[in-house]
């Protein structure tokens, strides 16, 4: 099985940073895209950001001059540097992995995701 384990989050004031990290371990082949995205109370679940192996990558309107998504390939780890955090940024931050395993003689694609970490802005 794969496991994501996310960590960073806290409580910031307005305009402060926070980085976020995600870690995916288990018996990973491969790992395609891997996303941010956050749940507000009483809201929907939204993409923050996204990063494919590649390196290619997509924001939220909201958040695309103020985060920054990246990857480490070799530890299987996506990181979001927060800057310039609003109220409106606090939210629940999951991540999100699409992975390749390999058990037992055959390849299993589908998507995993960590259990969250508590992000709070303060006015």
């Known amino acids: 099985q794969v496991q994501l384990v996310e960590s960073g989050g806290g409580l910031v004031q307005a305009g402060g940073s926070l980085r976020l990290s995600c870690a995916a371990s288990g018996s990973i082949v491969s790992i395609n895209a891997m996303g941010w995205y956050r749940q507000a109370a009483g809201k929907q679940r939204e993409l923050v950001a996204i990063i494919i192996s590649g390196g290619s990558t997509n924001y939220a309107d909201s958040v695309a001059d103020r985060f920054t998504i990246s990857r480490d390939n070799a530890k299987n780890t996506v990181y979001l540097q927060m800057n310039s955090l609003k109220p409106e940024d606090t939210a629940v931050y999951y991540c999100?992995?699409?992975?390749?395993?390999?058990?037992?003689?055959?390849?299993?694609?589908?998507?995993?995701w960590g259990q969250g970490t508590q992000v709070t802005v303060s006015s």
């Open positions: 999100k992995a699409g992975v390749t395993t390999y058990y037992s003689g055959s390849i299993y694609r589908r998507d995993y």
